[in-house]
Every structure is written in structure tokens, then in C-alpha cells.
């Protein structure tokens, strides 16, 4: 093989880890690659939120290494890699039968999976990528549609529906 065609069929480092990164985004779950030890190397941004959010997040990643829990699906990367997991927590609820009762759009379910996981406007917005007044927009015509006044009345009427 010419040093030419050797390069050529180097891995790119860069490349590989704008894919990795641009794959995690792609999961709708909190998503993590990390080591058996519990050390998180990349997350995605629903990860780096319910990272924020949760004190004892760490230790409960760790526990679930590296067989997985209720709370993570866990899953080796590669044999060449033995120590390294990709780590997926569990998907927020799904309050579907609401969401045709109340005919939201695809933008306003996500925002409301969102809050009913517990997110504030800011994280929402910045898993979403838009601003917290678009976020606070959306929630007043999500109460609005479902007849309640605010936050606390709306995560109340999804949880009872399921």
C-alpha cells in the first residue's frame, strides 16, 4: 500500500467524533458513552440535562455498569473496546391518549414529554435548540388546550392519564 492510500484510509479522530456526538443527539433518550467505572466521555444533550438535574445521577450510572438497570440499558461498544459502553436511560413518558384528546403539534409534544420529565423552560429549550420565550409559547397553548392554569395542574392531568 502507497503512504498515500495509507493516509487516505486513516481514521479522521475529528470525524469520528463529530459522527459519535451527531449519532448520541439522534436518541431521544439521555444517552452517555461511557467507561465501566462509571467516567462519562460524551453525552448527549438530553444527557448533559438529566446529568444537571439529578445529584445522585453518577452513582446510579455507576450501579447500573455494566449490566444495566430499570433506569439504563446498557451495552458494550466493541470487543476492542472492552471497558467502553454506550448507555441509554429510559424514555420519558409517553402521554399519547392526551396527545390526540388535545391534537398538539409535533413541537408541543416534545415540549410537554419534556416537562412531564421534569425539564425547566431553559433546559427544554436547550435540548430543543430554540429560545425559552418559543418554550414558554408552546406551554401556554399546551395549557390552553388542556383547560389548566399552569405547570404543576398540567404534569398533574398527564400523569393521571396514564
Request: glycine residues 4%.
Amino acid at each position: 500500500m502507497t503512504p498515500a492510500l495509507a493516509r487516505a484510509n486513516a481514521p479522521d479522530p475529528d470525524v469520528a467524533h463529530f459522527a459519535l456526538v451527531a449519532a448520541l443527539d439522534q436518541i431521544a433518550s439521555p444517552a452517555f458513552i461511557a467507561r465501566d467505572d462509571g467516567a462519562i466521555r460524551w453525552a448527549n444533550l438530553r444527557g448533559h440535562a438529566l446529568r444537571r438535574e439529578s445529584l445522585s445521577f453518577d452513582d446510579e450510572l455507576r450501579a447500573a455498569l455494566p449490566s444495566g438497570s430499570r433506569a439504563f440499558r446498557v451495552m458494550r461498544l466493541d470487543a476492542r473496546a472492552p471497558r467502553w459502553f454506550l448507555v441509554v436511560g429510559a424514555a420519558p413518558p409517553r402521554p399519547a391518549p392526551l396527545l390526540e384528546r388535545l391534537s398538539l403539534t409535533p413541537r408541543q409534544q416534545e415540549v410537554l414529554a419534556l416537562v412531564v420529565d421534569g425539564a425547566t423552560n431553559k433546559t427544554v429549550a436547550e435540548l430543543l435548540k430554540i429560545s425559552e420565550r418559543t418554550v414558554e409559547v408552546h406551554l401556554t397553548a399546551i395549557y390552553q388546550r388542556a383547560g389548566v392554569e399552569n405547570r404543576a395542574s398540567l404534569v398533574s392531568l398527564v400523569l393521571r392519564a396514564h
